[in-house]
């Protein structure tokens, strides 16, 4: 039965390593991925990367619909292949920075290869909403946060709330 993990925040390192690629999908992957899902949905999101739950490997589940089956990702090893040069300026917030939100350029469309949760390799062209959701679970898995691409006006407002998110915690 799946059940819903602890959520890391801001200030965690495991927020900002590289995450490791699945070499081999092993047996245990489908427990993860469903693990994973049951948090998404429990903490109210529509995408969340493995470093998220504490777990540095490339994975991700993605559902611009939470609940609906049909729209749900579960994705092994995504990387980027084609984008659009076109950018879409778009609020967004992340489950590990609670309480902030804000205006993030992304990509209008992107195109991505990775392995379903069989190993099976799956090519996506994903565009508005789900385009958006990609390339912020992407990020995770190189250790990078929206934050980090707010603007620096914008970026130095949030300053003293980052600082309480991450305050306690070993850096
Ligand atoms: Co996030």
């Known amino acids: 039965m799946a059940k819903p993990l602890g959520m890391r925040t801001y200030g965690d390192t495991v927020l900002r390593a590289r995450s490791e ?31 998220q739950i504490g777990v540095s490997r490339q994975i991700a589940v993605i559902n611009p619909e939470p609940g609906n089956e049909a729209t749900l990702l579960k994705m092994v090893n995504p990387r980027i292949v084609a984008a659009s040069d076109e950018l879409e300026v778009k609020e967004e917030g992340c ?16 195109e991505i290869v990775y392995q379903n949760e069989k190993g099976v390799e799956r090519r996506l062209r994903a565009e508005g909403l789900l ?7 992407l990020d995770h898995l190189n250790g990078v946060l929206f934050i980090d691409r707010l603007s620096l006006a914008k970026r130095a407002l949030i300053k003293p709330k980052l600082r309480n998110l991450a305050g306690g915690k070993e850096r």
Request: proline share 6%; net charge negative.
């Open 21 to 51: 690629r699945v070499a081999s999908i092993e047996s245990d992957l489908a427990e993860l991925l469903g693990d994973m899902v049951e948090t998404m949905y429990a903490e109210g999101g529509v995408g969340l990367a493995a470093p």
């Open 131 to 137: 385009a958006r959701i990609v390339q912020h679970e």
């Open 95 to 110: 489950l590990s920075v609670p309480g902030i939100r804000g205006e993030i350029p992304r990509h209008a469309w992107v």
